[in-house]
């Protein structure tokens, strides 16, 4: 593979990770598309256009589009009356929106210190 097609591959391979697919998924079309057999070699290709996504990630683009698929997911398991997998969905959807707020945290303090206990 030639600098250009591997940047191209590069290029496609950033694509595919910004459109939600799966390292596996990565893989199978890598040795799919460019002949790479070797777990290290589809390693270093999905690292190499994970870094070019780095340069220009837009985190709040993937977001959004993972949102829409849990929705979708949601509406799945509701028609299925899968009630189970559609309070997860509800839930995956609130941590992602930052809806849950993890932390507690109780400050104690007296005359001579102040501390603060997070759990």
Known sequence: ??????????????DKISQGFSKKSLRMMIERLYGFTSLAAQNKLIYEASLLLGEGFDTESIKQLNLERIEG??????QGGKVKEAISAIDLQNKMLGIYNDNKSVKVSNDDMEFTITF
């Open 73 to 78: 997911l949601y509406e799945l398991a509701i």
């Open 1 to 14: 593979m030639g600098k250009g097609e591997r940047e191209l591959a590069i290029k496609t391979i950033a």
